[in-house]
Antibody
Framework: EVQLVESGGVLVQPGRSMKLSCAAS????????MAWVRQAPTKGLEWVAT????????YYRDSVKGRFTISRDNAKSTLYLQMDSLRSEDTATYYC?????????WGQGTLVTVSS | DIQMTQSPPSLSASLGDKVTITCQAS??????IAWYQQKPGKAPRLLIR???TLESGTPSRFSGSGSGRDYSFSISNVESEDIASYYC????????FGGGTKLELK
């Protein structure tokens, strides 16, 4: 059974940094491109970033370029999202998902709150 | 970047009704559209990929169609378990979700 378990979501002040993790199991992690998708409270879904199987290619939405970094450790079957210079508008539940075109498998999400 | 305009934002239906949601892309997306269902507090669930291909486990009352820039998603014979929010996603160039449609019971 495919499992994606996010962690690391907390309350953080504007301008600070934090790192999310997503532990994968039940499939060959290194064979799947992976992505982060977020959802602000009571709002819609928003793609954040995607990483290729090797980690050699990464893609970001404009609003997080230069502030967020997606990475992966295939040996540990873990996906990461380093988030710097956080803003209040980054407040959201962050989901880890497989990205084989459409997002097929999802984690349960982790809540990031950016507030002073 | 490709924009996805989804309508309506909300929809009220009776059990047994047929409902239709549309998504219009800002450019041709060559049928690379997927549809998701999301219930409160839960992760989204992929229902349909590549315009009309149902995922394993998706009931046959769900369907999708379209081409070029214009796509639709329908639920025939709405059931109580279908009450949720629905989103389209283009995946031909990066990824863009539509704004979502909240389906409620009349």
């Amino acid at each position: 059974e495919v499992q994606l378990v996010e962690s690391g979501g907390v309350l953080v002040q504007p301008g600070r940094s934090m790192k999310l993790s997503c532990a994968a199991s039940g499939f060959t992690f290194s064979s799947f491109p992976m992505a982060w998708v977020r959802q602000a409270p009571t709002k819609g879904l928003e793609w954040v970033a995607t990483i290729s199987t090797s980690g050699g290619s990464t893609y970001y939405r404009d609003s997080v370029k230069g502030r967020f970094t997606i990475s992966r450790d295939n040996a540990k079957s873990t996906l990461y999202l380093q988030m710097d210079s956080l803003r209040s508008e980054d407040t959201a539940t962050y989901y880890c998902t497989t990205d084989m075109g459409p997002f097929a498998y999802w984690g349960q999400g982790t809540l990031v709150t950016v507030s002073s | 970047d490709i924009q996805m305009t989804q309508s309506p934002p909300s929809l009220s239906a009776s059990l047994g009704d047929k409902v239709t949601i549309t998504c219009q892309a800002s450019q041709n997306i060559n049928k690379y559209i997927a549809w998701y269902q999301q219930k409160p507090g839960k992760a989204p669930r992929l229902l349909i990929r590549y315009t009309s291909t149902l995922e394993s486990g998706t009931p046959s009352r769900f369907s999708g169609s379209g081409s070029g820039r214009d796509y639709s998603f329908s639920i025939s014979n709405v059931e109580s378990e279908d009450i949720a929010s629905y989103y389209c996603l283009q995946y031909v160039n990066l990824r863009t979700f539509g704004g979502g449609t909240k389906l409620e019971l009349k």
